[in-house]
């Protein structure tokens, strides 16, 4: 038995937890665009959230400073808008040219009236103040090809046609240089506007597919996957419109969400990144047996643009109480209401950790990610309408992560105490992942402790990590609390955030650490 056998048999058998780099080979390098958000028209996510003309921190077009400030903070490289759900009874052009000419307009997703102060045009200005990268959704339900090819000529057209000239009118000289595009979004799903099924998608999504690349071929463009792994077509959806339309597809979409749902299901909940893994494992499949089909080369990408914990049942319960509602919905819809207000705990944060992690060990597939959403929606920023702005637990782990992994990704093996679930059966209590950049001679092991009881000694050997460097730790946080449901509030906003963590590489050239039951590590290294 070699010696890193040996170590490694030795974690399992002392309840402490190896991991080990010997040998590990780079998996992929990071995609800029894994560390995503989006922003949809729901809820207080755009107004009271990004943009809010009243707010004392208000700029000269609406945007608040504050919240601009957590998003550069937060990291976000790549922001999917304008939906959701909302874009499949949206009017593109509704959200350009004057304000004060912008028609107000029911959206029948969530049951609100929008205003469409918010558009295309003002979104591109936001995005250029926050420094990220628009990718654009399309409506594929109540619209489809000639309206997408009408918002690309908008959007990115040289000035001397009627569409890039309008936007030249709305002031915009320059393209937006917009390359990356989804056509439509969980279509699939029942309770999306104009859903349809596998075969009329796929022959939707070939069609204007085709189209736009006919108008751009450098565009990178995103088809529906499954709206979550518990549609019964999930798979099945994925190879029957990836198989159509593989010639002119990059991306597939990939979307999931999970929640507590209540304290026996607690360990299954920190587990959570089990169901990711089969997920991707599951769609990669599909996008390598649609290659196949099509006897092509490329592989098509996933691109996880809907990620994160959401309470869902609170809304289902909601919808479920609009739709037994008798008699015409003759009232006034509200603007920008309270909706999906999620309050994120330690525990909550933890699952987001290592639902990043899997993100980033899948990153040879898993090229684009956007978790959802930014702003007030299920979100790692909150902001209060007249008032502050605070991060949320979840705020911690994207952020580090997005901040600070840069270069190649690398999966450790891990040895050491399992935890037994009802969904997943015994899975390893810790999950890790690294990254390590030659030019900046730094990198970052992301990890964390998913067992619901017990804490764990984590000894890491770097093995080939570093590529020969001489490494040390040049700062190692935690975040954890003897209170795993522990929040933060306008209030207390700094109730939750991460703390110093005591690590070290011993004369061995190991790093070791202590993780508490339910806690999230993040420790850079360097030379």
């Given at each position: 038995?070699?010696?890193?056998?040996?170590?490694?048999?030795?974690?399992?058998?002392e309840g402490q937890a190896a991991l080990s780099f010997a040998g590990a080979q780079?998996?992929?390098?990071?995609?800029?665009?894994?560390?995503?958000?989006?922003?949809?028209?729901?809820?207080?996510?755009?107004?009271?959230?990004?943009?809010?003309?009243?707010?004392?921190?208000?700029?000269?077009?609406?945007?608040?400073?504050?919240?601009?400030?957590?998003?550069?903070?937060?990291?976000?490289?790549?922001?999917?808008?304008?939906?959701?759900?909302?874009?499949?009874?949206?009017?593109?052009?509704?959200?350009?040219?004057?304000?004060?000419?912008?028609?107000?307009?029911?959206?029948?997703?969530?049951?609100?009236?929008?205003?469409?102060?918010?558009?295309?045009?003002?979104?591109?200005?936001?995005?250029?103040?926050?420094?990220?990268?628009?990718?654009?959704?399309?409506?594929?339900?109540?619209?489809?090809?000639?309206?997408?090819?009408?918002?690309?000529?908008?959007?990115?057209?040289?000035?001397?046609?009627?569409?890039?000239?309008?936007?030249?009118?709305?002031?915009?000289?320059?393209?937006?240089?917009?390359?990356?595009?989804?056509?439509?979004?969980?279509?699939?799903?029942?309770?999306?506007?104009?859903?349809?099924?596998?075969?009329?998608?796929?022959?939707?999504?070939?069609?204007?597919?085709?189209?736009?690349?006919?108008?751009?071929?450098?565009?990178?463009?995103?088809?529906?996957?499954?709206?979550?792994?518990?549609?019964?077509?999930?798979?099945?959806?994925?190879?029957?419109?990836?198989?159509?339309?593989?010639?002119?597809?990059?991306?597939?979409?990939?979307?999931?969400?999970?929640?507590?749902?209540?304290?026996?299901?607690?360990?299954?909940?920190?587990?959570?990144?089990?169901?990711?893994?089969?997920?991707?494992?599951t769609v990669v499949a599909a996008a390598d047996d649609a290659r196949a089909a099509?006897?092509?080369?490329?592989?098509?990408?996933?691109?996880?643009?809907?990620?994160?914990?959401?309470?869902?049942?609170?809304?289902?319960?909601?919808?479920?109480?609009?739709?037994?509602?008798?008699?015409?919905?003759?009232?006034?819809?509200?603007?920008?209401?309270?909706?999906?207000?999620?309050?994120?705990?330690?525990?909550?944060?933890?699952?987001?950790?290592?639902?990043?992690?899997?993100?980033?060990?899948?990153?040879?597939?898993?090229?684009?990610?956007?978790?959802?959403?930014?702003?007030?929606?299920?979100?790692?920023?909150?902001?209060?309408?007249?008032?502050?702005?605070?991060?949320?637990?979840?705020?911690?782990?994207?952020?580090?992560?997005?901040?600070?992994?840069?270069?190649?990704?690398?999966?450790?093996?891990?040895?050491?105490?399992?935890?037994?679930?009802?969904?997943?059966?015994?899975?390893?209590?810790?999950?890790?992942?690294?990254?390590?950049?030659?030019?900046?001679?730094?990198?970052?092991?992301?990890?964390?402790?998913?067992?619901?009881?017990?804490?764990?000694?984590?000894?890491?050997?770097?093995?080939?990590?570093?590529?020969?460097?001489?490494?040390?730790?040049?700062?190692?946080?935690?975040?954890?609390?003897?209170?795993?449901?522990?929040?933060?509030?306008?209030?207390?906003?700094?109730?939750?955030?991460?703390?110093?963590?005591?690590?070290?590489?011993?004369?061995?050239?190991?790093?070791?650490?202590?993780?508490?039951?339910?806690?999230?590590?993040?420790?850079?290294?360097?030379?």
């Open positions: 038995m070699t010696d890193e056998a040996n170590g490694m048999a030795a974690a399992e058998q780079a998996k992929a390098q990071v995609p800029r665009r894994i560390f995503g958000s989006f922003v949809e028209h729901l809820g207080r996510c755009v107004y009271g959230g990004i943009y809010e003309p009243g707010h004392p921190k208000a700029d000269e077009d609406g945007f608040r400073s504050d919240v601009l400030d957590l998003v550069k903070q937060l990291g976000v490289t790549c922001v999917r808008y304008p939906g959701g759900n909302f874009v499949s009874g949206y009017k593109w052009e509704d959200g350009t040219g004057p304000r004060e000419l912008r028609p107000v307009r029911r959206d029948l997703a969530w049951h609100a009236t929008e205003t469409n102060q918010m558009g295309i045009d003002d979104f591109y200005r936001w995005s250029r103040k926050a420094g990220t990268e628009i990718m654009l959704a399309v409506n594929m339900g109540t619209r489809g090809m000639a309206e997408a090819l009408d918002e690309l000529e908008y959007v990115n057209g040289a000035p001397g046609t009627a569409l890039a000239d309008r936007r030249v009118k709305n002031g915009i000289p320059e393209s937006m240089g917009v390359s990356m595009w989804c056509i439509g979004n969980e279509m699939d799903g029942p309770w999306q506007v104009g859903h349809m099924n596998a075969e009329e998608y796929a022959a939707a999504v070939e069609r204007t597919a085709h189209a736009m690349k006919l108008a751009e071929p450098g565009l990178e463009l995103v088809a529906c996957g499954s709206s979550s792994a518990h549609m019964p077509t999930f798979g099945s959806w994925e190879r029957t419109v990836l198989t159509k339309a593989y010639a002119n597809i990059d991306f597939v979409s990939c979307h999931a969400y999970y929640y507590e749902r209540g304290s026996a299901s607690l360990q299954d909940f920190l587990a959570a990144s089990e169901d990711m893994e089969t997920f991707i494992n099509n006897q092509g080369s490329k592989d098509i990408a996933l691109s996880f643009d809907e990620w994160g914990v959401w309470n869902q049942d609170v809304w289902n319960g909601e919808e479920d109480d609009w739709k037994r509602s008798k008699g015409l919905h003759t009232e006034p819809w509200p603007q920008a209401p309270h909706q999906l207000e999620d309050i994120y705990t330690v525990a909550d944060a933890v699952v987001e950790g290592s639902l990043m992690i899997t993100l980033l060990s899948h990153a040879d597939r898993v090229r684009s990610a956007s978790r959802a959403q930014l702003v007030n929606v299920i979100a790692p920023i909150m902001a209060e309408p007249n008032g502050p702005a605070w991060k949320q637990t979840i705020f911690y782990p994207f952020a580090e992560a997005a901040q600070h992994v840069r270069g190649s990704i690398f999966v450790p093996q891990v040895a050491g105490p399992k935890v037994a679930t009802k969904d997943y059966g015994n899975v390893d209590a810790l999950k890790a992942v690294a990254s390590w950049d030659g030019e900046s001679a730094s990198g970052v092991l992301l990890a964390v402790n998913r067992d619901v009881r017990a804490a764990h000694t984590v000894s890491v050997d770097l093995g080939s990590l570093a590529a020969g460097a001489t490494v040390r730790v040049k700062s190692a946080q935690l975040l954890h609390d003897d209170d795993i449901h522990a929040t933060n509030s306008a209030v207390q906003p700094d109730r939750v955030k991460p703390q110093a963590l005591e690590a070290a590489i011993g004369a061995d050239g190991k790093l070791t650490f202590q993780m508490p039951a339910v806690s999230w590590a993040a420790i850079e290294l360097g030379e």
